[in-house]
């Protein structure tokens, strides 16, 4: 019983057309979902937290009249939902590549990943943990950019310790991460943006 809905402005926002269901009734979609992007061509895109226990991007390619889901999953990875209420984000390079950035469910916490995709969402390829190489084993509130193509940007906040951030025991210290790719998301390098400067 639960949908998300989308109307579209062709007045800048005086006026807006019927709302539609962003998901079918058999995507098993729920929960809270992220902010719509376009692509150049046109293309819009809503991250979703969770379709049938996996992250998705709900897809228009006719300015928002009617959309599918497509799952984030690919050869050897199914992007799993976030622990608590966390929204994953979309960013969308000048080429159309998408890269979709997501908190994904792991034992003792929650890790920062990204996944492309170039064929709007319908494969997904070089899904990475963002926060390995600093150890990280929470992250929440991932947002993502991107640019020329071949370029993008993750920036989330971090913490290395484990558990359920949302407990009122978890002693974690967070700090903004912030990651980028020139290759098209082959790899990634982040860095602390805030290492003298903790983020509560």
Do not use: M
Not at 19 to 43: E, L, M
Not at 138 to 155: E, H, K, L, M
Not at 158 to 171: I, L, N, V, W
Request: aromatic share 8%.
């Amino acid at each position: 019983g639960v949908n998300g809905l989308c109307s579209r402005s062709d007045t800048g926002g005086l006026t807006f057309n019927r709302s539609v269901p962003i998901f079918g009734v058999t995507d098993g979609c729920g929960g809270i979902h992220g902010h719509p992007k376009v692509a150049p061509d046109g293309t819009v895109y809503v991250p979703v937290r969770g379709c049938n226990n996996v992250q998705a991007v709900s897809v228009s390619e006719d300015a928002g009249t009617t959309w599918k889901v497509r799952r984030v999953q690919g050869a050897g990875f199914s992007a799993k939902p976030p622990p608590g209420i966390l929204d994953p984000t979309v960013g969308i390079a000048s080429d159309g590549t998408i890269y979709f950035a997501y908190i994904s469910g792991e034992t003792g916490g929650g890790r920062a990943r990204v996944a492309v995709s170039r064929d709007k969402g319908l494969t997904w390829s070089n899904d990475t943990d963002l926060g390995a190489s600093h150890g990280l084993n929470n992250a929440v509130f991932a947002t993502a950019i991107a640019g020329d193509p071949n370029r993008a940007a993750v920036a989330f906040l971090g913490s290395t310790e484990p558990g359920d951030h949302q407990s009122a025991a978890f002693k974690g210290t967070w700090y903004v991460y912030i990651a980028h790719t020139y290759d098209g998301g082959k790899t990634w390098v982040t860095v602390n943006a805030t290492p003298g400067a903790p983020v509560q």
